[in-house]
Nanobody, 121 residues
Framework: QVQLVESGGGLVQPGGSLRLSCAASGIIANIYAMGWYRQAPGKQRDLVARITNGGSINYADSAKGRFTISRDNAKNTVYLQMNSLKPEDTAVYYC???????????????WGQGTQVTVSS
């Protein structure tokens, strides 16, 4: 099975930075897209940033200019560099990926367990 493992979350002061990492492991043929979503208490899970295998990137409006998504295909890893963090960025951040395990099979959507990001003074 495919597993997504997130790291890099933690407590940071407003204006600070964090870098999240998500590594996909298991039987993987192709990763079509990887991205980050977040869910704050009492709110829905929303897209933060997503990058496709073709290099297309989508950001939430709240992330534009502050967050940068990137990927290392050799490591099956996606990163989210978060700068100028605000208290409203506080949420559980989830890694998401569209992955096919075999070249002949269809892709499926996978989620990590989430990593807590808390922005507070």
């Amino acid at each position: 099975q495919v597993q997504l493992v997130e790291s890099g979350g933690g407590l940071v002061q407003p204006g600070g930075s964090l870098r999240l990492s998500c590594a996909a492991s298991g039987i993987i043929a192709n990763i079509y897209a990887m991205g980050w979503y977040r869910q704050a208490p009492g709110k829905q899970r929303d897209l933060v940033a997503r990058i496709t295998n073709g290099g297309s990137i989508n950001y939430a409006d709240s992330a534009k200019g502050r967050f940068t998504i990137s990927r290392d295909n050799a490591k099956n890893t996606v990163y989210l560099q978060m700068n100028s963090l605000k208290p409203e960025d506080t949420a559980v951040y989830y890694c998401n990926a569209d992955i096919s395990q075999y070249s002949w099979s269809s892709s499926h959507n996978y989620w990590g367990q989430g990593t807590q990001v808390t922005v507070s003074s």
